[in-house]
């Protein structure tokens, strides 16, 4: 029996130092509250990873506003991670008390998913045309305003170097808005835009 407990504590802790050199891996994909009702009331649906269909968590689709404690997360009008896409981060606290916040002028949210996090500086090229050509601009923090900053509000390319970025179509982070990972967007399409007008850029926020 000693030496079956021994095992079994040994085991436990390689789990639990898996656990934690995995978190420190890929980056803890952080914590986020979606409520039914506005100003955080009504049922609740706590998230510590991917969710496919908030329905299937007992939870309506209907979100009226979210706290997040750590991480960032977008939310899908759609299952499975598809249609319009809502980002919550850390800017401005992580509390969002009603849906125009996260600039939705709909309550439906489908399912969610995290924001891959990794530590390398954020970095990002902007390009006017597709395949990475054209003028070309590189940004290291947050542009409320392309057009006044670089007299360009159209973009077809983008390579993000570090980070993670949110792009908005209107100035200021308002607007229809797409999530951008670290990797390589050939064209507009790549980033699920039906075109390449882009008013703002800014870096997500994970704590």
């Known amino acids: 029996i000693t030496i079956l407990t021994k095992v079994l504590g040994i085991a436990q802790h390689a789990r639990k130092l898996g656990s934690v050199l995995q978190r420190a891996f890929y980056g803890s994909s ?20 991917d969710c496919p ?8 689709q209907r979100c009226n506003s979210v706290q997040v404690e750590n991480g960032a997360w977008v939310g899908y009008e759609g ?22 916040r996260w ?34 601009m590189e940004l290291q923090d947050d542009i409320p305003n392309l057009m006044t900053r670089f007299s360009m509000n159209r973009i077809a390319s983008i390579r993000v170097l570090g980070g993670a970025w949110v792009l908005y179509q209107e100035p200021n982070y308002r607007g229809t808005h797409y999530v951008l990972e670290k990797k390589d967007y ?14 703002s850029i800014r870096r997500i926020r994970f704590n």
Not at 38 to 45: C, I, M, Q
Not at 104 to 128: G, M, Y
């Open 30 to 49: 952080g914590r986020v509250t979606l409520y039914d009702q506005r100003n955080f009331a009504g049922r609740k649906l706590d998230l510590t990873n």
């Open 53 to 60: 269909k908030v329905s299937e968590k007992n939870f309506s």
């Open 79 to 100: 299952e499975n991670f598809r249609g319009r896409q809502y980002l919550w981060d850390m800017y401005e606290r992580g509390e969002y008390n009603s849906c125009d």
């Open 103 to 136: 600039c939705s002028s709909t309550d439906q949210i489908s399912s969610v998913r995290a924001v891959k996090q990794e530590n390398s500086p954020a970095r990002v090229h902007l390009f006017e045309r597709p395949g990475f050509s054209g003028r070309k």
């Open 186 to 199: 050939n064209n507009y399409m790549d980033w699920g835009a039906q075109g390449g007008t882009i008013g």
